[in-house]
């Protein structure tokens, strides 16, 4: 059972266009934390966010973490090919020890 | 190498055949998650070792799944009498100490139940 819901489920943009996915859930999380992945190989950490309203930037990409620590969004400025992939929040429960939840991720398609 | 492996990178087996995954961790990483990715869905935990210790394994989800790390190193994950259910990538990531430590994922076993 997914507990974080990730929308869209795919998102199809061209060169230079920019792009924000979400994630969404009910419950609280002590933090959050954002991955892309790409066919064939394992996850790769983007970012981790701790503080209600966070806001951290890695180049061209905008994470925030919710005032409630519930939800997370992920912006993408001009997108470049290079940023095609399965983008995947994954959530660490309050009452957990680093075991984090993921969502189902957003397939993201960036076409030149 | 310098990331985490994991072999065989494909596995097809016929239903009722036992499995055998490996996970090669970072050297002298002390702790190895074992997921399961079905299609179209994120990784979902099965179990945790901090060295060879199996810490959490409320993710495992029969007794036919069974993961061992004798030696603190490498880990593998058997699956008995595996079914077509059983058919998903199986992800393995290892962190450098402990719990909130920046998890490296390996490529992934994509098994494949006939």
């Known amino acids: 059972t997914q507990l974080l819901e990730q929308s869209p489920q795919f998102l199809s943009i061209q060169e230079g266009e920019n792009l924000t996915v979400y994630c969404n859930s009910s419950?609280?999380?002590?933090?959050l934390q954002w991955y892309r992945q790409e066919p064939g190989e394992g996850p790769v950490l983007l970012v981790t966010v701790v503080t209600g309203g966070e806001v951290k930037k890695l180049k061209r990409l905008t994470f925030q973490f919710g005032d409630a620590r519930k939800d997370s969004s992920l912006h993408i400025t001009a997108a470049q090919p290079g940023d095609t992939g399965l983008y995947l929040c994954a959530g660490e429960g309050t009452d957990s020890w680093g075991k984090f939840q993921f969502g189902a991720g957003t397939q993201v398609v960036v076409t030149p | 190498g310098a990331g985490v492996s994991q072999s065989p990178r494909y596995k097809v087996a016929k239903r009722g055949q036992d499995v055998a995954l490996r996970c090669d961790p970072i050297?002298?990483?002390?702790?190895l998650f074992w997921y399961q990715q079905a299609l179209g869905q994120g990784p979902e935990f099965l179990t945790y070792?901090?060295?060879?210790?199996?810490?959490?394994k409320s993710g495992l989800p029969s007794d036919r799944f069974f993961a061992e790390r004798p030696e603190g190193s490498v880990s593998t994950l058997k699956i008995q009498r595996t079914q077509q259910e059983d058919s998903a990538v199986y992800l393995c990531?290892?962190?450098?100490?402990?719990?909130?430590?920046?998890?490296?994922f390996g490529p992934g076993t994509r098994l494949l139940v006939l």
């Open positions: 990531a290892s962190t450098a100490t402990g719990l909130q430590e920046t998890q490296y």
């Open positions: 419950s609280v999380f002590s933090s």
């Open positions: 070792f901090q060295n060879e210790a199996q810490l959490d």
């Open positions: 050297s002298g990483h002390v702790s």
